[in-house]
């Protein structure tokens, strides 16, 4: 596709509840990137995808939280048992390599846990 | 973790003044990046700087990477209500391979 794009756009859910959040990257695009970002707040940064490996899990901000990436190109953010904290716009961004800084960014998926 | 300050948080202008914002952090950078973020939507890369002193221009904007390359500030002339959004600076800190934020500034526009 033409950009990167993410599923859903907006997500309700109940504390307590699993949700999966999806990114499709730009087309070719190595690296994959999630961020958090908070009501008025700048980009947390979540976790990053090198290919389908992820050598840095440090920016996730508890085990509830994993990521994967299959085939190089979609990925999935998971949080188990969410909770109300967990409530913000999710964003992806890839780039054509590791190292290639130019990140390009998707519309974000709004999530509130209720 | 890793510090970047951007400011001013908020700019409340009219239309048709110029902008100038700024970050700064005390650690040394490679990289700077320049994003704007319109309501409900993902930030969008407006300017890459990759060189101490480097000056680029995108239309209306333009944007430096600082000597001291803990710096840079991106500036709007002329400005439009399209400009309205929140303008966030990116860098990469040397040795690093993430990129760190700033808080953003969030620009206002009188018309």
């Known amino acids: 596709g033409a950009g990167v794009s993410q599923s859903p756009s907006n997500k309700v859910t109940e504390k307590g509840k699993d949700v999966e959040l999806r990114c499709d990257p730009i087309?070719?695009?190595?690296?994959l990137y999630w961020y958090r970002q908070s009501l008025g707040q700048g980009l947390e940064f979540l976790i990053y995808?090198?290919?389908?490996?992820?050598?840095?899990k440090s920016g996730l901000p508890s085990d509830r939280f994993s990521a994967e990436r299959t085939g190089g190109s979609v990925s999935t953010l998971t949080i188990q048992r969410t909770q109300q904290e967990d409530s913000a716009v999710y964003l992806c961004?890839?780039?054509?390599?590791?190292?290639?800084?130019?990140?390009?960014f998707g519309p974000g998926t709004r999530l509130t846990v209720t | 973790g890793q510090q970047l300050n951007q400011s001013p948080q908020s700019m409340f202008i009219q239309e048709g003044e110029d902008v100038s914002m700024n970050c700064t952090s005390s650690?040394?950078?490679?990289?700077w990046l320049w994003y704007k973020q319109e309501p409900g939507e993902g930030p969008v890369l407006l300017i890459a700087?990759?060189?101490?002193?480097e000056l680029t221009s995108n239309g209306r904007l333009t944007a430096q990477f600082g000597i001291t390359r803990k710096d840079s500030f991106l500036n709007i002339s002329a400005s439009i209500p399209s400009d309205v959004g929140i303008y966030f600076c990116?860098?990469?800190?040397?040795?690093?391979?993430?990129?760190?934020f700033g808080q953003g500034t969030r620009l206002t526009i009188n018309p």
């Open positions: 961004a890839s780039s054509l390599e590791f190292g290639a800084y130019e990140q390009y």
């Open positions: 650690s040394i950078f490679n990289t």
């Open positions: 700087l990759y060189k101490a002193g």
């Open positions: 087309s070719g695009h190595t690296a």
């Open positions: 995808f090198q290919g389908n490996s992820a050598p840095d």
């Open positions: 990116a860098g990469q800190i040397q040795g690093a391979q993430k990129l760190v």
